[in-house]
């Protein structure tokens, strides 16, 4: 008979990667944990839900007011925000003709965004 103990580990280095490769699982595992029980946010209460929903309503409505309203954009330059309906039957008007089209859109192009100023001339050299 043998009269060394059996081990449940024969080799020594072997259970010392294990126990470090569960080791570092586990403290990666506590981080998570204690990362996610940090950054998670407080929770919404009912007046904060209300103002978040009213405040959706707004722009909703201003995006279908926008949408489906002729309105003023920018008077001094003469741009109008049009109805989707009313672009579309413009557009398909307009295009009937391509060169014209194109010329016409490149004329209201730059009219909308004018170029910018050239830039100043550069400071005079003191040390010349």
Wanted: net charge positive; hydrophobic share 40%; with cysteine.
């Amino acid at each position: 008979m043998n009269s060394e103990p059996t081990n449940c580990c024969a080799d020594k280095g072997k259970c010392a990667y294990a126990a470090a490769i569960i080791g570092a699982f586990l403290i990666v595992a506590a981080l998570v944990a204690a990362m996610r029980h940090y950054t998670k946010p407080e929770p919404l209460n009912a007046g904060r839900a209300a103002e978040r929903a009213k405040v959706l309503a707004e722009i909703r409505a201003d995006e279908a007011d926008k949408l489906n309203n002729t309105t003023w954009v920018d008077p001094t330059k003469g741009l109008v925000r049009l109805r989707i309906e009313d672009a579309m039957k413009l557009t398909v008007q307009e295009w009937r003709n391509p060169a014209a089209a194109r010329s016409n859109l490149i004329v209201r192009v730059e009219k909308a965004n004018p170029p910018p100023p050239p830039p100043p001339p550069p400071p005079a050299n003191p040390f010349e």
